[in-house]
């Protein structure tokens, strides 16, 4: 086990931030920490670098003990991780070379490390890790921003850390780019077999990316799975809503299935009650039919699908579908909406 947070609990002055976060970290596993502004995602992160001191738990890595509050609080350079800041936070006036090796000289650089050549090697293996062997003589500012990034995560891994923290690391750079960038560096992450926690907003981003999800909300973690449990099975509706489109329509379960006003629907639990059914835009099927229940509002064209939005003819009801672009619904026609997979069923009310 890389690391272990226990029961962490952290403030600014009389405001407290995180509520009691137990959190594990396996040997080479990514963790995304996912979760809006203000959730409490940066505070984590600052705590478990040591930048910030926790008020209660405890932080411990392989074994070690980083942070117990009031008796333990190991500066941030001896904790033996590394840290990937939002737009990768290089410095400007020295060339990449200096950068990575800036790196080598804090104090919980390992025994091998510590020599001229040494260094001088690590420094050569990382550029060719991260696919720029011949960047080492020229600045940061010469370099794309995507391999501004790449840079940074040389210099998080070149004191061989257990852990590299990443702070919105990809927020910087435009959608096409941020999508390769965070897949490399996912392969570089697992090509030195380096724990890491991802600190993100973008649902795509952690969902995509990480081996687990983190779901923070308001300084407490909702949930932790990995990305397709925490979509398709979410410990709550609060969960549900942040992670992905949601609609909530009242369902009576009944052992494997769930009675709605859409009909009957394969749930994703046996439980027996009455409560609310979990809907997905992709889930829904749209298929035009004279006497259908919904009537078709509004047809948006996306490029490889569109989004249909619906309303239900009886009770107003509104849903929003994703549909094949050959599939054309002008407002007003008559459908007729199916599931096509299991949905998620919670007790009681979804809010």
Same mark, same amino acid.
């Given at each position: ?40 995602? *940066? ?60 790196? @080598? ?66 927020? $910087? ?26 600190? *993100? ?8 990316? $990480? ?5 923070? @909300? ?16 979410? $410990? ?32 994703? *639990?046996? $439980? ?37 939005? @619906? ?41």
């Amino acid at each position: 086990m890389s690391m272990l947070i226990s029961d962490l609990v952290a403030s600014y002055g009389s405001t407290a931030v995180l509520h009691g976060i137990d959190l594990d970290l396996g040997d080479g596993e990514m963790l995304a920490v996912l979760g809006p502004s203000g959730c409490g995602k *940066t505070t984590l992160l600052r705590s478990i670098a040591g930048l910030h001191r926790i008020d209660a738990g405890r932080i411990t890595s392989d074994g070690r003990d980083l942070s117990v509050a009031g008796h333990v609080q190991v500066p941030p350079e001896k904790r033996g991780i590394g840290l990937m800041p939002q737009e990768g936070g290089l410095f400007p006036h020295l060339t990449v070379r200096r950068n990575i090796e800036f790196g @080598l000289r804090t104090g919980f650089v390992r025994p091998y490390l510590s020599g001229r050549s040494e260094r001088a090697r690590r420094v050569d293996e990382m550029l060719e890790l991260v696919g720029l062997p011949d960047a080492g003589a020229i600045r940061p500012g010469e370099l794309s921003g995507g391999q501004q990034q790449r840079i940074a995560l040389a210099r998080a891994l070149a004191p061989a850390p257990s852990v590299v923290l990443m702070d919105e690391p990809f927020a $910087a750079l435009d959608a096409g780019l941020r999508t390769s960038i965070r897949h490399d560096v996912r392969e570089l992450l697992q090509a030195s077999k380096t724990a890491s926690i991802l600190v *993100t907003h973008d649902r795509a981003e952690a969902l995509g990316t $990480a081996d687990r999800v983190a779901v923070l @909300l308001g300084g407490r973690c909702a949930q932790v799975d990995t990305p397709r449990e925490v979509y398709d099975r979410p $410990a709550t509706p609060a969960v549900a809503r942040f992670v992905g489109d949601a609609y909530f329509v009242d369902a009576t379960a009944r052992g494997g299935y769930v009675e709605t006003i859409l009909g009957r629907i394969e749930a994703t *639990t046996t $439980a027996v009650g009455v409560g609310q059914a979990l809907l997905r835009p992709e889930q829904l099927v749209v298929s035009e039919l004279e006497d259908g229940a919904f009537v078709v509002e509004d047809e948006f064209f996306t490029g490889p699908e569109s989004s249909v939005t @619906l309303r239900h003819s009886d009770t107003g009801l509104r849903l929003r579908a994703v549909a094949a672009t050959s599939d054309r619904f002008a407002p007003g026609t008559a459908v007729a909406v199916t599931v096509s997979s299991p949905v998620h069923w919670f007790a009681g009310s979804s809010n």
